[in-house]
């Protein structure tokens, strides 16, 4: 331990001297309240530390303590369902402890210390212990088997001693190596430092989001990178909500960084009530929240985007599949710059420093579909917001974001302002993931890969359409374009707009999604050659099947699918008709 | 150490003074400065080390000597006097009274920085409060212990608005709400227009006023927010009452902050706000909510006029990030003689999903919000066309756009300063002018709310 004195503060940067003895990001205790604390520089034997709780009151001359350790987190059975703040502090526990506020200084076990888990050893005495080998393994909920390994950071080795079968609290040792180690259920691990796996994997398989505009057009891969930019009020934080509830993950780890409280709050409120379609149980089941707010100190949300990862990766060692919600990853972006500025750090653009983009690349590099120690599959799929000042995406944060990720779902201003949700524009969205996907989506339906090109290539003539529509209105148009037009608006009425707040309209199981797509193009193709044999736009534009189809997203629950069948018989009979009469 | 006082300064410039450091001073604490003629202001440490201390004065600096000046340090933070009895009184910028009465009669003492609310603490917002202003509980409805802004631009009726929001708000429950209200920059016939509202809707015993006129010194301003959201901490999640807090111009707020930032020479971001701006703002919204430790709660209604009407300059853009929703304030409805104003899709509240519908407004009331903001949405399109191409052109539908945004702007977004509309009647009106469009068109509201709701009238009619 080592043991320094204040010499400056400014802010939640200080400066403390006797330090030499200090290693860089070694983790300390400031003040007289111990608030914590890692050192971010080092200069002779002063080192400079960001503190992670509200310093008001410190003086000069107050001391610095140092154990030697980098900035951890405590990993173990117990995580899921529980809310941290950006340093693992469990905020459920603070609440009861100190009421509604958020006191400085206040000191928590991140996990029930006292609570037993059930073990089940898979090794005995005299057995090697390597590096992914489960030791044994606790059911942490009634559907999330843990297993136990030795943790990377330590050394493999023979296990002198195994308990046996039974309950144990995290204090309680549940084996010893030869060489006197004790091994426990839970272990730390310096966020900083990503946790090692034996390979990289592609990455062939989905992440379904049950939302339809993402998993047709823009799909993501499990262990996939994306991002969401929007400007404020166009549904970041609503897609990211939608996407921890519907997603085919197995873990969520939701951050909330540098954004409201209240947006926590709602997932707290509602993720217990919001069932797995695939599991049965609450969704809070499987979820960890890390909520470091606006309002909540400057250097803890800086840190809270490597506390959610750890904890991601954690998880993934065990060979889960598990999704990160990041939002917002500009307020993370603003936090360095702000503890930058107080470093007087030479700025780049807009006050950001130089090591920004490094920053994020490192992030995102912490996402990806990997072989684990155990020789299990696991994947960390990373979505992270974007709060781009003035909506603009030119600016930094958006920009260096760009060329780490691989999904890029843009938010439109106008969309948002029309009310079409998502507002995931479906001209400046991309996703590189499409190819490596096809695989899956063919077994869906045959017609996947035909039914998106399609579809896309008929947005996107709308949209060239709209330009001259602008110009002189729909109605100067030859039929076959204004038939473009009518059956855009029934892909973006029908199948684009998806409503988080409606029960059915929700979430889409990929069969449905491919459907309703298939029925709107099937639409086009024969309206279109009827009205090559001479029909006006008029006759096709009067028939009921149109509404039925632009509805069928709220109408046809994901266990009836069946119903399609109406829809389509009431298609057949009402082009069936005009065929007739047109002798298409 | 309190009592003591040291004298000299190393230095002064703009508000911020350096003084050599002499004993234990904690950072943000409270130093009170006495210049050579006797007058007292208070300041907040910035930054302290070894050798020096430097403190931001919140009040004119002018005539501070280096050497006749005498500071103490009060080893704790800037704290307001709290009571019940707040309640009817004015205070300045700084939290002291000016209505010449003395302090209320209290030895509760709040912190005026408050400390963040723990999510886990909170209650989530969703008791629907009936404004009476179609615009607002029709389509950007306002919840208690919500923070909703008015973006507005100058010379736009937002003092209005807030006043009849104000003279209106009442929850389902009847249950009626205290207020506080901190001006912060503006001018005196501004404050005198809120207290006169205050006065003649009989609630002036309910309000406490912090105001900081524009006369006052720019950092003063600084404080008078925090002030504010003290006594209405207090009030709420202590004495459980419900409190509507009034923040305006939140602007001034940030151009303060804009000066100190820039005489401490940081490193501007965006056109030289400092980079904390976000979080500085924060500090102050977030302080609304709901607790679940008690009954009561904050809605925060903080007015900011936007430079040159721009939305996206960084102080509407910021508060737009952080606040639930927005109600923007549109010159172009403004030059037509509707009020209000409230421009029909940029505004928004993002907590309306969870206070409406049945059992809380009506069943019909999320589509029917819906359908209108798509409506008017493409009515919007249908007018630039028109201006292009001429309205004769239009086809018969498109016509029926420009009827019904005519109708929607007319009879349901503009009313009276005094006209105090019943959610029932808002969506009935709602209602009404949808039958300038034909039924298919109103694709976003399920076909048996149509079917009960929608007027049996052809359209036009
Ligand atoms: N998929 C959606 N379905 C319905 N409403 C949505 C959807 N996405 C966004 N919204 C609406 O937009 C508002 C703002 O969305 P939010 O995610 O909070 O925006 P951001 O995080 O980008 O600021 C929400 O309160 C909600 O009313
Ligand atoms: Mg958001």
């Avoid at chain 1, 969704?283 to 929240?289: A, F």
């Avoid at chain 2, 209108?372 to 498109?398: C, H, M, P, W």
């Amino acid at each position: 331990m080592v043991e320094g004195r204040i010499i400056r503060i400014n802010g939640p940067i200080i400066q403390a001297d006797g330090l030499a003895r200090a290693g860089l990001y070694d983790v300390v205790e400031a003040g007289n309240l111990g608030l914590v604390g890692e050192i971010i520089r080092m200069n002779g034997d002063v080192a400079t530390i960001q503190i992670y709780e509200d310093n008001t009151g410190m003086k000069v001359g107050e001391r610095v303590l140092s154990h030697g350790e980098p900035l951890s987190v405590l990993l173990g059975p117990g995580l899921i369902g529980r809310i941290y703040d950006g340093i693992q502090r469990p905020l459920d526990e603070l609440f009861q402890r100190t009421g509604f506020g958020i006191a400085p200084g206040v000191k928590t076990q991140p996990l029930d210390m006292e609570r037993k888990w059930f073990f089940k050893p898979f090794c005995k005495k005299g057995d090697k212990l390597e590096r992914g080998k489960p030791l044994g393994i606790v059911q942490e909920t009634d559907y999330l088997q843990h297993p136990i390994y030795l943790p990377p950071n330590r050394n493999e080795g023979t296990l002198a001693e195994v308990c046996p079968e039974g309950t144990y609290s995290l204090t309680e040792p549940v084996a010893r190596m030869g060489d006197g180690t004790e091994l426990f259920l839970c272990h730390s691990w310096p966020v900083r430092n990503p946790r090692p796996y034996r390979e990289r994997l592609g990455m062939e398989e989905p992440l379904l989001t049950g939302q339809r505009v993402i998993d047709v057009f823009f799909p993501i891969s499990k262990g996939g990178t994306a991002a969401i930019p929007g400007g404020f009020g166009t549904g970041k934080t609503m897609t990211q909500h939608a996407i921890a509830k519907w997603c085919d993950a197995d873990i969520i780890v939701y951050i909330g960084c540098g954004e409201r409280g209240n947006e926590m709050t709602d997932v707290l409120r509602e993720f217990p009530e919001i069932h797995d379609p695939r599991t049965g149980r609450s969704i809070m089941e499987r979820t960890i929240l890390i909520a470091n707010t606006s309002n909540m100190p400057v250097a803890a949300r800086e840190v809270s985007i490597y506390t959610g990862v750890t904890l991601a990766e954690y998880y993934r060692d065990m060979g889960y599949n598990v999704a990160i919600m990041a939002d917002s990853t500009s307020r993370w972006a603003e936090a360095l710059r702000e503890l930058s500025g107080r470093l007087e750090e030479m700025p780049a653009e807009e006050g950001f420093p130089a090591y920004l983009p490094t920053r994020l690349a490192e992030f995102y590099e912490r996402g990806g579909r990997v072989t684990t120690l155990e020789g299990k599959k696991g994947s960390i799929t990373i979505i992270g917001a974007v709060s781009p000042p003035g909506g603009d995406f030119s600016e930094p944060v958006t920009q260096h974001t760009k060329r780490f990720i691989r999904c890029f779902w843009a938010l439109d201003r106008d969309l948002a302002n029309a009310r079409h949700y998502p507002a995931i524009s479906w001209i400046d969205s991309y996703s590189e993931y499409g190819e490596e996907l096809r695989g899956f989506w063919e077994k869906v339906n045959a017609d996947w890969a035909a039914t998106r090109t399609e579809a896309m290539e008929l947005l996107k003539r709308e949209q060239r359409l709209a330009q001259i529509v602008k110009l002189i209105g729909p109605d100067a148009l030859p039929d076959t374009s204004r038939l473009v037009l009518l059956c855009a608006d029934m892909i973006k009425n029908g199948f684009l707009q998806q409503s988080a707040f409606d029960p059915v309209d929700m979430y889409s199981v990929p069969e449905k999604q491919v459907i309703i797509l298939r029925l709107i193009m099937d639409f086009y193709n024969r309206a279109l050659r009827i009205i090559r044999a001479g029909a006006p736009l008029l006759k096709l534009r009067s028939l009921s099947v149109i509404e039925r189809i632009v509805r069928m997203k709220s109408q046809i629950p994901n266990e009836k699918l069946e119903l399609v069948q109406e829809v389509k018989s009431l298609l057949d009979r009402e082009l069936g008709d005009l065929e007739k009469e047109y002798k298409v | 150490m309190r009592g003591l006082e040291f004298k000299g300064l190393q230095s002064v410039e703009g508000p911020i003074i350096i003084l050599e450091r002499r004993e234990n001073v904690g950072y943000g604490e409270l130093a009170r400065i006495r210049d050579r003629s006797g007058v007292v202001k208070v300041g907040r440490i910035l930054e302290v080390s070894d050798s020096a201390v430097a403190v931001q004065v919140f009040g004119p600096t002018t005539g501070l000597s280096t050497e006749e000046t005498s500071v103490e340090f009060l080893g704790k933070s800037l704290e307001l006097r709290v009571s019940v009895d707040m309640l009817g009184r004015i205070y300045d910028g700084l939290g002291r009274p000016i209505d010449g009465y003395p302090e209320p009669f209290s030895s509760e003492f709040r912190d005026i920085n408050g400390i963040p609310i723990n999510p886990s603490a909170r209650a989530y917002p969703q008791d629907f409060i009936q404004t009476g202003v179609s615009s607002i509980d029709g389509m950007n409805t306002l919840i208690r212990g919500q923070k909703l802004p008015i973006f507005s631009g100058s010379g736009l009726p937002h003092n209005r608005l807030a006043a009849q929001i104000i003279r209106q708000a009442r929850l389902k429950t009847e249950e009626s709400f205290v207020m506080v209200f901190a001006a912060m920059g503006v001018k005196y016939d501004v404050a005198r227009f809120f207290i006169q509202t205050f006065e003649e809707s009989g609630v002036l015993s309910n309000v406490v006023m912090f105001l900081s006129l524009a006369d006052a010194p720019s950092i003063e301003r600084l404080i008078t927010p925090r002030c504010a959201l003290t006594a209405a901490e207090y009030l709420a999640y202590e004495k459980n009452m419900h409190v509507l807090v009034v923040l305006t111009d939140m602007t001034n707020y940030c151009e303060a902050l804009r000066e100190i930032s820039s005489i401490r020479g940081e490193i501007p971001s965006r056109k030289g706000y400092p980079g904390y701006l976000y979080s500085d703002l924060a500090s102050l919204y977030e302080r609304a909510g709901k607790v679940k430790t008690s009954t009561g709660s904050i809605t925060q209604i903080p007015i900011l006029t936007m430079p040159n009407d721009d939305i996206s300059h960084p102080i509407p853009d910021l508060t737009g990030y952080i606040t639930e929703g927005q109600i923007v304030l549109e010159r172009e409805l403004f030059q037509k003689g509707i009020y209000p104003p409230v421009a029909g899709l940029p505004s928004l509240s993002r907590l309306m999903k969870d206070g409406i519908g049945p059992g809380m407004t009506r069943e019909d009331h999320k589509d029917l919000a819906s359908q209108l903001f798509a409506a008017y949405s493409r009515t919007k399109q249908v007018r630039n066309l028109a201006a292009i191409i001429g309205e004769e052109e239009l086809s018969t539908l498109d016509k029926n756009y420009l009827t019904f945004g005519d109708r929607f702007e007319r009879e349901f977004l503009s009313q009276s300063e005094t006209e105090n509309r019943s959610i029932e009647q808002t969506l009935d009106l709602g209602w009404k002018v949808l039958t300038h469009l034909p039924r298919e068109e109103l694709y976003r509201i399920k076909e048996d709310l149509i079917e009960k709701y929608l007027p049996k009238t052809p359209i036009g009619r």
